[in-house]
Nanobody, 126 residues
């Protein structure tokens, strides 16, 4: 079992920055793939990015590439999502997720993940 708790959401103006954090407890954190997703009202859950447990390599959605950065700190059992140059279309509930499955191209799909946090709201005003 892995328990995930997100924090750091809030209201920010377009062009601003926010950092989201996700603290994990339970299963050995260093052996899981961590992902970030978001869901806007009336839309499906959308992949944002993911970080591999071994070499911390990352993959990002095209919509956030160059603006968002994921880091993980295995010692602190934490993964962060740094969001810069935020746009109104980034407004959504953001979720972190954990997967015990070996890294694959499926990391972009919500079904790849076994555990989810409760989500944190990010609102970007224009």
């Amino acid at each position: 079992q892995v328990q995930l708790v997100e924090s750091g959401g809030g209201l920010v103006q377009a062009g601003g920055s926010l950092r989201l954090s996700c603290e994990a407890s339970g299963r050995t954190f260093s052996s899981v793939t961590m992902g970030w997703f978001r869901q806007a009202p009336g839309k499906e859950r959308e992949f944002v990015g993911a970080i591999r447990w071994g070499d911390s390599s990352t993959v990002y959605a095209d919509s956030v590439k160059g603006r968002f950065t994921i880091f993980r700190d295995n010692a602190k059992h934490m993964v962060t999502l740094d969001m810069d140059y935020l746009k109104p279309e980034d407004t959504a509930v953001y979720y972190c997720a954990a997967a015990v499955t070996k890294w694959s191209p499926s990391v972009v799909s919500p079904v790849f993940y076994d555990y989810w946090g409760q989500g944190t709201q990010v609102t970007v005003s224009s």
